[in-house]
């Protein structure tokens, strides 16, 4: 492993930032779910359907050990989604909630987008500020 391999060390506001952000756009994954399907948006609610989510999202932060990149989409955000689809489901069907096949995909599109979409936009505008900073 050389220097460049090693990450600096990262605030850690910024990882708690990181973390942050991923459990809102769980919770509002699992609001704009039950919106969509006119059931309560009640805080138990909204609970039961973000718990497995944030579950599953954790787990990808900690295989993924997020707090060296927390907003690098390789592999932060991939191991945040999966996780999240992954062991979500798993805890979905272990509740007895349901992993009807349409819910799994549109689960695994709109969490790849909120998950690695946010850090690959982060990624872009830091790429730019540097740019524009060099030039």
Avoid: N
């Amino acid at each position: 492993m050389t220097t460049t391999d090693v990450p600096a060390r990262i605030a850690p506001a910024r990882i708690a930032l990181a973390a942050v952000v991923d459990a809102v756009l769980i919770v509002a994954f699992a609001i704009a779910g039950r919106s969509s399907h006119t059931e309560t948006l009640d805080a138990a609610e909204i609970w039961a359907t973000a718990w497995p989510f944030l579950v599953g999202g954790a787990a990808g932060w900690l295989a993924a050990r997020a707090w060296r990149r927390p907003t690098a989409p390789w592999p932060t955000g991939v191991a945040a989604w999966v996780g999240a689809v992954a062991i979500g489901m798993l805890l979905r069907a272990a509740s007895g909630q349901g992993t009807a096949v349409p819910f799994v995909i549109v689960a695994t599109l709109t969490l790849a987008m909120l998950l690695v979409g946010w850090r690959a936009v982060a990624a872009l505008v830091t790429r730019q500020r540097a740019r524009r900073a060099a030039g």
